[in-house]
């Protein structure tokens, strides 16, 4: 038997922050289409306000006044205006919402407004100045249907309304508990945690030798990320298992505390 899928993950894998694959699929190359019309529209309305405004707050002045107002309203269509939808929705503009769509980060998350800046600096030329060639041409050659701008800004578009199904992750092997509790804990790269899961959710399916083999693979992986090792004699399926519950139970604590903190602060200011 072949090295399972898993094991030889692509850099194209969409994974969250915390290694958990995600099975949102990209945005076709119509519906982007579809939604950048959409969005076009909402722009040109949006242009045609502020630049109305401007040019009313400037009636009686001097020419170069005037083209001081058309210059800023420029900038509010093409860059302040998308950005800061895009940001606070959380990468949808009118046209994603309509059909559907999210902007994500390369690793699932949610899109910074840095991404949301670069991606509406780059879309002035590949979309406005050039008339969406660059970006229609690249879309179709991406396998994530990513554009100039996706790819200068680390993002990608994927279709929002898909249901998750994702698997409980594996508990934490008893007898491994003590020593997990103690151990010192580094993250691992994206890649490799979305391997060490996609293994053990799969694990009851492999053939005895395959399952040691690339338990013995991702083990070793994890290895230098973990200290001290695990105790002799144990399997390489409870080595992942153990440092995945762990670092989840270590997550969920931290994440409790920040809580409490903030609800404390929130008192305070009461």
Request: proline share 10%.
């Given at each position: 038997m072949s090295t399972p899928e898993f094991a030889m993950l692509s850099p194209d894998d969409l994974v969250t922050g915390e290694a958990v694959a995600l099975d949102l699929p990209p945005a076709s190359v119509a519906a982007r289409i579809g939604s950048g019309?959409?969005?076009?529209a909402s722009m040109g309305v949006v242009g045609f306000c502020v630049l109305f405004l401007l040019l009313?707050?400037?009636t009686g002045a001097d020419d170069a006044l005037q083209h001081v107002a058309l210059?800023?309203?420029?900038?509010?269509?093409?860059?302040?205006?998308?950005?800061t939808v895009e940001t606070l929705t959380r990468g949808k503009s009118l046209g994603k919402l309509v059909l559907g769509l999210r902007v994500v980060r390369d690793d699932g998350g949610t899109v910074t407004a840095h991404q949301s800046f670069v991606r509406a600096l780059v879309a002035i030329v590949e979309i406005y100045a050039l008339a969406g060639g660059p970006a229609f041409f690249c879309c179709l050659v991406s396998s994530r249907g990513k554009r100039l701008g996706?790819?200068?800004?680390?993002?990608?578009?994927?279709?929002?309304?898909?249901?998750?199904t994702l698997q409980s992750p594996p508990p934490m092997p008893?007898?491994?508990a003590p020593w997990a509790q103690a151990a010192d804990l580094r993250t691992p790269p994206v890649g490799l945690a979305l391997a060490v899961r996609q293994y053990l959710t799969r694990l009851p399916t492999l053939d005895p030798a395959s399952r040691q083999r690339v338990g013995e693979l991702l083990a070793n992986r994890m290895t230098p990320y973990v200290a001290p090792?695990?105790?002799p004699g144990t399997q390489p399926w409870d080595f992942l298992a153990a440092?995945?519950?762990?670092?989840?139970?270590?997550d969920l604590a931290r994440l409790h505390r920040d809580e409490s903190v903030r609800a404390r602060l929130v008192e305070r200011r009461r």
């Open positions: 019309l959409l969005d076009v009313v707050a400037s210059v800023c309203s420029l900038i509010v269509v093409f860059l302040v205006y998308p950005t996706d790819y200068a800004a680390g993002t990608y578009v994927v279709r929002d309304r898909v249901r998750l008893p007898a491994l090792p695990p105790p440092v995945g519950a762990a670092r989840r139970d270590r």
